[in-house]
């Protein structure tokens, strides 16, 4: 079936480093691909989103670009922050519609000073 | 703005007893669902519903149910607890069944 498949964590960096995490995902058609931030305590939120290929999405100097050669969407960040520590989700819908999502299962990013 | 609002925050139950799990949103959003956050899962979709007075089944409906009597609120009833049912559970909205989700802040569940 359609998921995806997410690098497992936990990663640590110290700030200023660049982050990449991997997305990976498997569908029978077109997808669109999202990534899902969850701040500690707090519930998920959309960070960026793409919805076709070569599509590049960004918010808060975080990236992602829809790969459909490689199957992939990674997130990367040039220089991280302490206040990006949270949880990453990657997130495809073929587009029928919310009840459709497939989440993958999260890499917490923790950011040292 | 509150956005999505769940209570209660934690919950702790013993087997077999039934509880729910509520949800209330004040962004006049149509489409409402729940999520189970289980370690190195993902979150998987229980139940979903388009608007008030319609529900459906997502991926793990079992052990659960749901009504939408007004656009507001999107209560979930555990009937009877198992420890199967520990999780975090998340409670989400959107606009329409294609726009961003908004997510509450999650209920911790322990069943023991």
């Known amino acids: ?113 | 703005n509150a956005g999505v609002t769940q209570t209660p925050k934690f919950q702790v139950l013993k087997t077999g007893q039934s509880m729910t799990l509520q949800c209330a949103q004040d962004m006049n959003h149509e489409y409402m669902s729940w999520y189970r956050q289980d370690p190195g899962m993902g979150l998987r979709l229980i139940h979903y519903s388009v608007g008030a007075g319609i529900t459906d089944q997502g991926e793990v409906p079992n052990g659960y149910n749901v009504s939408r009597s007004t656009t507001e609120d999107f209560p979930l009833r555990l009937l009877s607890a198992a420890p199967s049912q520990t999780s975090v559970y998340f409670c989400a909205s959107s606009y329409g069944a294609l726009s961003p989700l908004h997510f509450g802040n999650g209920t911790r569940l322990t069943v023991t």
């Open chain 1, 1 to 113: 079936g359609d998921s995806v498949t997410q690098m497992e964590g936990p990663v640590t960096l110290s700030e200023e480093a660049f982050l990449t995490i991997n997305c990976t995902y498997t569908a029978t058609g077109y997808p669109s691909l999202f990534w899902y931030v969850q701040y500690p305590g707090e519930g998920l939120q959309l960070l960026l989103k793409a919805t076709k290929a070569d599509d590049k999405g960004s918010n808060k100097g975080f990236e992602a670009t829809y790969r459909k050669e490689t199957t992939s969407f990674h997130l990367e960040k040039g220089s991280v922050q302490v206040s990006d520590s949270a949880v990453y989700f990657c997130a495809l819908t073929l587009g029928v519609g919310n009840n459709d999502m497939r989440f993958g299962a999260g890499t917490r990013l923790t950011v040292k000073p």
